[in-house]
């Protein structure tokens, strides 16, 4: 989006403040005394009802359409709602699905009542509005209590949002949101995270359900204005009649507005702008001459009779003006976009059109919801289900952990066949047959899904004949393997697989079993426990026969006599020994680990340490200490706890091994949209603190302060175990391509491992080194064969994926998107092979990026198209 185009449709972040913060406190403690003073008034008097209906409800629409920011900086249910936040207290517990997919039926429904009861109850008995009042006002707070963010209440069930939403779409003035300085992304299309565009996002979201909420809203509004007003407040039919007649003024301007979409074709956009213009003139009709009534009744001012004729028509200004800014906002964004995709309210866009395919070619239900949502041609059921916000786990995305596994209650044969990488996973995992990885099947039909595998998972033991056991033959009887990751445990399952004779004993120094250690930043603020990530069920070991000594150190080597001595004191002998030991994570100055609020991110307790860290009362800023990977999800993290977070990163760019400058470009302004302060080049002095750490202080003089300090800048492999017994080692412990040590009774794999010309740190590589180690015990010829590794950034707003190398040669072709376009994505061929490749967008970007990396991929059909720009040509691969 051009710079003139961002700046327009500018984020809260974006919007200067222009009024001091204690001036915003101040006019909300005085709205909030105010209303206060208004429910009195109703419980004792009759001018409550006439201030109240006469007055306060007749001016908001007004404010809603020049300046709906101001009323949400002011108004008292937002402030009880954000006590909370103001108090220090946050709550960072999400809304639960059932709730967030029925908060706007909510809102909706409750506003409808609300208008239907004010004739036949409402306009005569002050003491139930006055109750109304303080009930809301009670309600907010509850609400803030409970839920993160503005989820418990303003950006959900407030029966006013809908309407703001309606007015408010397109605001004469701009007020920056004064609440949530970090947003925690608490509701979607938040029109306090951006209030211009928000609209757009609303119809045009990929939920066709969501998207039909917001237009059904907007459709409904002249008819219930004119359904409330034209008929008179003591019904001489009756108040069921009254209703009956409500409900078909409601019901007849949504019908109105279809047939206006439908049949004249007419733009969705502009059908709902138009319908609000009208609703806003027809409310103004009618509560013109009620607000000046009202002010000769009160004050006993004079109101000339042209006067009241006049004010009929004082809403027509304010629809002018709300037609005209909404269409000239919608140009803009349609011009600034460049690409249908981004406007999906245009009937012609392809991600509409895509929507309206996967409609009808395959839907997929989720038995623990009851949801059904579609799936796109090309998606993954992965991807379709994060689309559709259903909680799935997720890992490597290369079918190798089973972290996104689902029982196929029904459809099994819809699904494209497994592979083999993702057939072993589901063996070990006890789900063959039954269930697949999320992330490696393609939907072609109607599929029902269960997310709960555990009671559904069946044994699975390789049966292998005695006299067709490789290792019985070679004499081999005993592996011991120091370490429990993937690594590790992927070498005790392939031995398993292989031979029924060999004792399998792995040892580890943590408390847990095997676990998804990608998705560990999840624990820092989501509802996920260590049970939920791990990855093989209780039984999976004795019944394969892997012993596992948990909480147990493997102090020494003795090469001589092939024994591993335990810090129990036990000493194990072994045939073939398997370093699995892992990595620790760096730190930032040699001094940093020594302070209570400094932590690391590479286990499981070090999340948990963080989360309770974080959750402490005083905690309010948080510093993460590197810009790769799992800095960044790390700061995404905290952020959803409600923190304040700044991101350093000592390279000019951020993950700058994996994005070259364009992609970091994308990536700096999401996170910079979501709330994240972003510095590059930040290069860490000193440390500044006695117990705790008070503030980083950089090389240039600048010194960030904060109350956690979470520090991702790389690993370092775990060798003492090596260098004790007299391994050769360099950046880690040097292997042959069958992944064999120095001695060649010793393995080693993982990060722990150091393979010639090789990338380590991913899943897939250590997988791929377990399959090499393996196949070396087996025959002695292994064979490392390097695995098509993606690097994936886990964030819900973006779709960010990694592949190869970013450096260019000279030779290579490099083939890249315009710099306008919505998504950034560059592959590099070399020697018409593909050796890099990068696409940072919006979710779903990155659909067929999998299709690319694939070994002996060909691109010779789509290398045209794609020099063009036209990225969407992978689809046909």
């Known amino acids: 989006m051009p710079a003139a185009a961002e700046r327009y449709f500018a984020n809260y972040k974006q919007i200067p403040p222009r009024v001091p913060g204690a001036v915003w406190m101040i006019s909300r403690l005085l709205m909030l005394a105010a209303t206060l003073g208004l429910a009195f008034c109703l419980f004792v008097t009759p001018l409550g009802l006439r201030l109240f209906w006469g007055l306060a409800i007749?001016?908001?629409?007004?404010?809603?359409?020049?300046?709906?920011?101001?009323?949400?900086?002011?108004?008292?249910?937002?402030?009880?709602?954000?006590?909370?936040?103001?108090?220090?207290r946050p709550s960072t517990r999400d809304l639960p699905d059932v709730a967030r997919q029925w908060a706007f039926t909510i809102a909706v429904g409750s506003f409808v009542v609300l208008i239907g009861l004010r004739a036949p109850l409402l306009n005569h008995n002050g003491a139930l509005v006055g109750s109304g009042i303080l009930g809301a006002l009670i309600l907010a707070l509850l609400g803030g209590l409970a839920f993160k963010g503005r989820s418990g209440w303003c950006g959900t069930f407030c029966p006013l949002g809908p309407v703001q939403r309606d007015?408010?779409?397109?605001?004469?003035?701009?007020?920056?949101?004064?609440?949530?300085?970090?947003?925690?992304?608490?509701?979607?299309?938040?029109?306090?995270?951006?209030?211009?565009?928000?609209?757009?996002?609303?119809?045009?979201?990929?939920?066709?359900?969501?998207?039909?909420?917001?237009r059904f809203f907007m459709a409904m509004m002249p008819g219930l204005v004119l359904g409330y007003f034209m008929q008179p407040g003591k019904t001489p039919y009756g108040d069921a009649v009254f209703a009956v007649t409500f409900l078909a003024s409601?019901?007849?301007?949504?019908?109105?507005?279809?047939?206006?979409?439908?049949?004249?074709?007419?733009?969705?956009?502009?059908?709902?702008?138009?319908?609000?213009?009208l609703a806003l003139a027809e409310f103004y009709w009618f509560s013109g001459p009620i607000i000046l009534s009202t002010i000769h009744a009160i004050w006993d001012v004079h109101v000339p009779l042209g006067w009241i004729d006049a004010s009929r028509f004082a809403g027509v200004p304010l629809a002018v003006a709300l037609c005209d800014r909404g269409w000239a906002n919608e140009e803009i964004f349609r011009r600034a976009s460049k690409s249908a995709e981004r406007l999906s309210v245009d009937?012609?866009?392809?991600?509409?059109?895509?929507?309206?395919?996967?409609s009808t070619a395959a839907l997929v239900t989720d038995a623990k919801t009851g949801t059904t949502f579609p799936v796109a041609p090309n998606q993954t059921l992965l991807e379709a289900m994060e689309a559709a916000r259903i909680e799935i786990?997720?890992?490597?995305?290369?079918?190798?952990?089973?972290?996104?596994?689902?029982?196929?209650?029904?459809?099994?044969?819809?699904?494209?066949?497994?592979?083999?990488?993702?057939?072993?996973?589901?063996?070990?995992?006890?789900?063959?047959?039954?269930?697949r990885l999320a992330c490696m099947c393609r939907v072609n039909g109607d599929v029902t899904i269960d997310r709960e595998v555990t009671n559904a998972r069946r044994s699975f033991v390789a049966a292998v004949a005695s006299n067709d056991d490789p290792l019985k033959v070679r004499g081999i009887s005993r592996v011991l393997i120091v370490g429990n990751g993937v690594a590790g445990i992927t070498v005790a399952d392939n031995l398993r697989r292989r031979s029924g004779s060999v004792r399998i004993t792995v040892i580890t120094d943590e408390p847990h079993h095997f676990y998804n250690r990608m998705a560990v930043g999840r624990m820092i603020h989501g509802r996920s426990t260590l049970d939920e990530l791990a990855l093989l069920p209780e039984h999976w070991y004795p019944e394969h026969r892997v012993e596992v000594r948990r909480n147990t150190i493997a102090v020494s080597v003795d090469r001589e006599t092939r024994v591993v001595r335990l810090g129990t004191g036990e000493a194990l002998p072994y045939d073939f020994l398997v370093l699995a030991t892992g990595a620790d994570s760096l730190l930032p100055t040699p001094d940093y680990a020594r302070f209570s609020n400094a932590f690391v991110l590479r286990s499981a307790e070090d999340a948990l340490a963080v989360r309770a860290r974080a959750q402490s009362g005083s905690a309010r800023k948080a510093v993460v200490i590197g810009g790769g990977v799992l800095g960044i999800e790390a700061a995404d993290a905290l952020r959803l706890l409600g923190m304040k977070v700044t991101l350093l990163h000592r390279a000019p760019r951020l993950m700058d091994r994996q994005l070259d400058e364009q992609g970091a470009k994308r990536l700096a302004q999401y996170l910079d949209t979501i709330g994240i302060d972003v510095r590059t080049q930040a290069v860490v002095a000193r440390l500044a603190g006695e117990r705790a750490l008070e503030a980083v202080e950089l090389a240039d003089g600048t010194r960030v302060s904060g109350d956690v300090f979470v520090a991702c800048v790389g690993v370092s492999p775990r060798l003492d175990l090596a260098k004790s017994c007299g391994l050769e080692v360099g950046r880690g412990i040097k292997v042959d391509n069958s992944m064999r040590s120095s001695d060649t009774a010793i393995y080693a794999v993982g990060d722990a491992a150091e393979l010639p010309k090789a990338i380590g740190g991913f899943w897939p590589v250590a997988v791929a080194h377990a399959a090499a180690c393996v196949s070396g015990m087996l025959d002695g010829a292994g064979g490392y064969q390097a695995p098509p590794a993606v690097l994936e950034l886990k964030c819900d707003g973006i779709d960010l994926r990694s592949f190869g190398?970013?450096?260019?040669?000279?030779?290579?072709?490099?083939?890249?998107?315009?710099?306008?376009?919505?998504?950034?994505?560059?592959?590099?061929?070399?020697?018409?092979?593909?050796?890099?490749?990068?696409?940072?967008?919006?979710?779903?970007?990155?659909?067929?990026f999998g299709r690319v990396i694939q070994p002996k991929a060909d691109l010779s059909a789509v290398l045209n198209e794609l020099r063009q720009g036209r990225i969407e040509a992978l689809a046909r691969l």
Not at 353 to 358: P, V
Not at 827 to 832: E, I, K, M, P, W
């Open 58 to 88: 007749p001016l908001l629409p007004a404010l809603f359409v020049v300046a709906p920011g101001l009323w949400r900086q002011v108004c008292p249910m937002a402030l009880m709602n954000q006590l909370p936040v103001l108090a220090g």
């Open 167 to 214: 007015y408010g779409h397109a605001p004469l003035l701009l007020v920056r949101n004064g609440y949530c300085e970090t947003c925690v992304g608490c509701q979607k299309n938040c029109y306090d995270f951006n209030p211009r565009a928000a609209v757009f996002e609303d119809l045009g979201d990929a939920d066709p359900i969501y998207a039909g909420q917001r």
């Open 250 to 277: 409601i019901g007849a301007s949504v019908g109105l507005y279809q047939a206006a979409v439908s049949f004249l074709r007419l733009d969705p956009f502009r059908t709902t702008n138009l319908f609000a213009c």
């Open 347 to 358: 009937q012609t866009s392809r991600s509409l059109r895509d929507r309206l395919e996967a």
């Open 393 to 435: 786990g997720f890992g490597c995305r290369a079918g190798l952990c089973g972290a996104d596994a689902v029982i196929i209650r029904s459809g099994y044969d819809h699904l494209s066949p497994p592979g083999e990488d993702e057939r072993v996973t589901l063996q070990r995992a006890g789900l063959d047959g039954i269930g």
């Open 805 to 848: 190398r970013v450096e260019i040669r000279e030779g290579d072709e490099v083939i890249c998107a315009r710099e306008d376009a919505p998504a950034w994505w560059r592959f590099v061929l070399r020697d018409g092979e593909l050796v890099g490749a990068i696409v940072v967008g919006p979710p779903g970007a990155g659909r067929d």
